[in-house]
């Protein structure tokens, strides 16, 4: 068996978890493969069952993030499409997409390296212009520029307009990321299975704009409809692309999907509960 390793970008905190997996990971005769920054991060050198790389590929087995949700995000967009499951310990704030918490670590391993998870697949929302394309496994966010007038932004579904905003921006998320975001825009939050995205307005200057629940195969188009503004697109949250005034991008559902290992009878709304209990306390 082969796992790729990701870890949170704050090494201290993950390094005694580290420890333990390579720990393991040897006397299971488990390949544990390391970038060479993951490496360096914790000092970890080339030894049996140590493979450092490039970049860990897609010939392995299983993808074990020590992080938070950022940490987790960038491991699921890298094996998003190849089928291999991302098994998550959350070192974050909130780790909605976490696999487990870190206790009792041991046992967890162990469970991982033995198969014992299910899998739940994650899909995607991509957004694509003539020059490229690029998939979110949360969501795609376009924002006014610092110092600019607000957006005016207009939208289509399936070629249908379906209405032009005044706001700061519009944020358009899949079922796991409409906790997110969305979620602080007061949109709905969608339960992981449901087929389809949401989208919702970062203060809108209207008393009509709403958010919207749209079905999977309808292409949305966003037109940055203002004269003289362009927009940015984050990509989970990454600054991605500027929209010039009259230009529009294409946002598409479920392209590819990533894969998330969860333990058996974990579910969404355990995850609800959990993580958005424990910040409300």
């Not at 005694?16 to 493969?33: G, M």
């Not at 960038?74 to 909605?96: D, I, K, S």
Request: net charge negative.
């Amino acid at each position: 068996m082969t796992a790729a390793v990701f870890t949170h970008r704050r090494p201290g905190d993950t390094h005694a978890a580290v420890d333990l997996l390579l720990e393991i990971a040897r006397r299971r005769r488990v390949t544990l493969r390391l970038t060479h920054d993951e490496a360096a991060k914790h000092k970890i050198e080339v030894a049996p069952f140590i493979e450092i790389v490039d970049d860990p590929g897609d010939d392995i087995d299983l993808c074990i993030v020590l992080g938070g949700d950022g940490t987790i995000l960038t491991a699921l967009r890298r094996y998003a499409g190849t089928g291999v499951p991302v098994f998550a310990v959350n070192y974050g704030e909130v780790g909605f997409l976490a696999t487990i918490d870190p206790d009792g670590l041991a046992d967890d391993f162990e469970r991982a390296f033995s198969g014992e998870y299910e899998t739940i697949e994650l899909p995607t929302i991509s957004v694509g212009r003539p020059d490229g394309t690029w998939s979110a496994l949360n969501d795609i966010s376009v924002h006014r520029k610092a110092g600019l007038r607000v957006a005016d932004l207009a939208y289509a579904l399936a070629g249908e307009e379906i209405g032009r905003v005044r706001c700061d921006g519009l944020v358009v998320a899949t079922p796991q990321g409409s906790t997110g975001y969305n979620l602080a825009n007061g949109g709905p939050v969608l339960a992981w299975g449901v087929e389809g995205f949401v989208v919702s307005f970062i203060a809108p200057h209207s008393l009509t704009a709403r958010a919207l629940v749209v079905a999977p195969g309808d292409e949305l188009t966003i037109n940055n409809a203002s004269r003289e503004e362009p927009v940015e697109v984050h990509v989970d949250g990454r600054p991605t692309l500027e929209l010039q005034p009259g230009e529009d991008i294409h946002v598409a559902f479920g392209l590819m999907h990533g894969t998330l290992a969860q333990l058996p009878g974990a579910s969404f709304y355990h995850r609800l509960r959990e993580r958005f209990g424990r910040l409300a306390r």
